[in-house]
């Protein structure tokens, strides 16, 4: 079954740093997110990405953060200046055309801010 | 706005024992619903979805779950928990959005399962 890939699994980086999150979604799929989860705590919207462009953001998707499929294939979540409180578990999603279709997710990527 | 309560934040039951995690949803208009499972270290995955129909949906791994708008509750079940189940537990809320992408999921706080043997 086709799955969505993130890389790395782990991503250890100091603040003030920059960060890129990668994605590779399900092949056919049209529609990208991306959902953060603090420690502890659910999960929570941060972005979606339709025709190459940002459809909806959250109030957590501030200009520290921005998101690019560079190609065809990858979708990329980066973070300018990282600050402690962006340490989360990030996750990708992708769905088909069709809203009622549902997201498929990643396995994750931990971003640890030191 | 959208919203997702999950009141129970751990449930520990007897592997053999049946199981209902509860899921309650605020939303202005018909929602879609979802079930995701998240095991250790690893992603979310797709349990069973609500769209429209039948308000008794199966989904993988024997579970089900049952749509009453009555009571905006989409709770989940299963009638007999194996120790692989163990897992923490997420409804979530999505909305119809007919163009331009976006239906966001809204997620609640999520039900940590443990199994007894």
């Known amino acids: 079954e086709p799955e969505v890939t993130q890389t790395p699994s782990h991503q250890v980086t100091q603040m003030g740093q920059e960060v890129i999150l990668r994605c590779v979604p399900i092949s056919n799929h049209l529609y990208f997110y991306w959902y953060r989860q603090i420690l502890g705590q659910k999960v929570e919207f941060l972005v979606s990405f339709y025709n190459n462009e940002i459809s909806e953001k959250s109030e957590i998707f501030d200009d520290q953060f921005s998101v690019e499929r560079p190609d065809g294939s990858n979708f990329t979540l980066k973070i300018r200046s990282t600050k402690l409180e962006d340490s989360a578990m990030y996750f990708c999603a992708s769905r088909e055309t069709h809203s009622n279709q549902p997201q498929h997710f990643g396995d994750g990527t931990r971003l640890s801010i030191l | ?117």
């Not at chain 2, 053999?16 to 509860?22: C, D, N, P, Q, T």
């Not at chain 2, 129909?53 to 989940?76: H, P």
């Not at chain 2, 119809?96 to 999921?105: M, S």
């Open chain 2, 1 to 117: 706005a959208q919203s997702v309560t999950q009141p129970d934040i751990h449930i520990t039951v007897s592997e053999g024992a049946s199981l209902e995690l509860r899921c309650n949803y605020s939303y202005g208009a018909t929602p879609y619903l979802f079930w995701y499972v998240q095991s250790p270290g690893q992603g979310l995955q797709l349990l069973l979805k609500y769209f429209s129909g039948d308000t008794l949906v199966q989904g993988i791994k024997g579970f089900e779950a049952e749509f009453k708008r009555s009571q905006s509750s989409f709770n989940l079940r299963k009638p007999s928990v194996h120790w692989s189940d163990a897992a923490e537990y997420f409804c979530a809320v999505g909305a119809e959005v007919l163009t331009g992408g976006g239906n966001k999921l809204t997620f609640g706080t999520g039900t940590q399962l443990k199994v007894e043997l």
